[in-house]
C-alpha cells in the first residue's frame, strides 16, 4: 500500500522490452536505502517489484497486464518517472489509500497557470468519472490530490507549488497519457451496494431490514 505521496522523482535508464512485457530499469537515490529485492516501489503510481537493484539504480518487471493499463509502455531512456516505496507500518499517512492497480489512463487537457497554484484538467473514460467526485481523492500517476472539479468527461485537480516542483507534474503538458487510480473506497461501496453487478450479494432494503435497520 502507499500513500500517493512521492518521494522523488527518478529517471529511466533502460526499458528492455518483451513481447508484450518489459524490465525497467530507473536511476533513484532517497527510495534505494533500506530497500531489498522483493520489495514494492511505486512507479508512476504503478507498483512494481524490484528484482534487482545496484548502488544507483532498481529494475523491475512490468506484465503485460501492466502495460495494458498504464502508460508504462511509453517509458523511455530518459523518462522523469514519480517513486513512492511502500508505506512503512510506523509511518505517517500523509495522502490517501493507494494501491498502486491503475485503473486506466487518462490524457492532460488543459494545463492552466492559476496565481500560486496549477489548475490540471484530466479527460477520462466513463468508466473511471463514475469512481471520481469532486472533493474526493485521486491518485494521478501516484501522486495524490484531491479533485476541485468535475465535468461530464473528465475532471481538473489544483496542483500547490510544492507539489508541482517535486512531482513531473511540474512537466506535464496537454495532450500527456497519465496513470489514473480511483479512489479504492467508491470501488469497494459499489460493490456492496449494486448486487448483480459486480458481486452476487450486497446491501439490500431487506438485508437492512433483517438486521433491524
Request: net charge negative.
Amino acid at each position: 500500500m502507499f500513500t500517493g505521496i512521492i518521494e522523488e522523482i527518478g529517471t529511466v535508464k533502460e526499458v528492455r522490452h518483451g513481447h508484450r512485457s518489459a524490465v525497467v530499469t530507473i536511476s533513484a537515490e532517497k527510495v534505494l536505502p533500506g530497500t531489498s529485492i522483493g520489495d514494492s516501489i511505486a512507479v508512476n503510481g504503478v507498483c512494481l517489484t524490484v528484482i534487482a537493484m545496484d548502488d544507483d539504480s532498481f529494475s523491475a518487471d512490468a506484465t503485460p497486464e501492466t502495460i495494458s493499463r498504464s502508460s508504462l509502455g511509453q517509458m523511455h531512456r530518459g523518462s522523469r518517472v514519480n517513486l513512492e516505496r511502500a508505506m512503512a507500518a510506523d509511518g505517517r499517512f500523509g495522502g490517501h489509500i493507494v494501491m498502486g492497480h491503475i485503473d486506466g489512463t487518462g490524457k492532460v487537457s488543459r494545463v492552466i497557470k492559476d496565481d500560486n497554484s496549477v489548475l490540471l484538467s484530466i479527460e477520462a473514460a466513463p468508466e473511471l468519472m463514475r469512481y471520481i467526485i469532486e472533493k474526493g481523492s485521486i491518485a494521478i500517476d501516484g501522486i495524490s490530490l484531491t479533485v476541485a472539479d468535475v465535468q461530464e468527461s473528465g475532471f481538473t485537480v489544483s496542483v500547490i507549488p510544492h507539489t508541482a516542483s517535486v512531482t513531473t507534474i511540474g512537466w506535464m503538458v496537454a495532450g500527456a497519457t497519465v496513470n489514473l487510480e480511483t479512489d479504492i473506497i467508491g470501488k469497494y461501496a459499489e460493490k456492496f451496494l449494486m448486487p448483480g453487478k459486480r458481486s452476487r450479494k450486497g446491501i439490500t432494503a431487506e438485508m437492512l431490514s433483517e438486521y433491524g435497520f
